[in-house]
């Protein structure tokens, strides 16, 4: 199973920035469809942004659209969620999932490895 790592996460005030990373050591990322999903206290998880297999193509849920960004390292081996502009609407524990071709997409039922969780706390 592929074991995935996150990091990134902390405190920080409306408006601020946080870079969240996703690695899987040992394994090259560009394999996967790599998905962000989120979970803030009391609601379920909810998906934010994916990036397909390879790297050719993003999408991002409208509440996020315009301030946060899917990107991949050049070793391949990292995939990084940039937010910008953040609000307290975005506290959360953020996830990010890998999904094995041909599966990609929003729902998480198509991502089969998971990384433990970070803590992305908004707030003055």
């Known amino acids: 199973q592929l074991q995935l790592v996150e990091s990134g996460g902390g405190l920080v005030q409306p408006g601020g920035s946080l870079r969240l990373s996703c690695a899987a050591s040992g394994s090259f990322l560009d394999s996967y469809c790599i998905g962000w999903f989120r979970q803030a206290p009391g609601k379920e998880r909810d998906w934010v942004s994916y990036r397909t ?54 729902d998480q039922q198509l991502f089969r490895s998971w990384g433990q969780g970070t803590q992305v706390t908004v707030s003055t």
């Open 53 to 106: 297999r390879g790297g050719g193509s993003t999408d991002y849920a409208d509440s996020v659209k315009g301030r946060f960004t899917i990107s991949t390292d050049n070793t391949k081996k990292l995939v990084y969620l940039q937010m910008d502009s953040l609000k307290r609407e975005d506290t959360a524990v953020y996830y990010c999932a890998a999904a094995s071709w041909p599966f990609c997409g929003r």
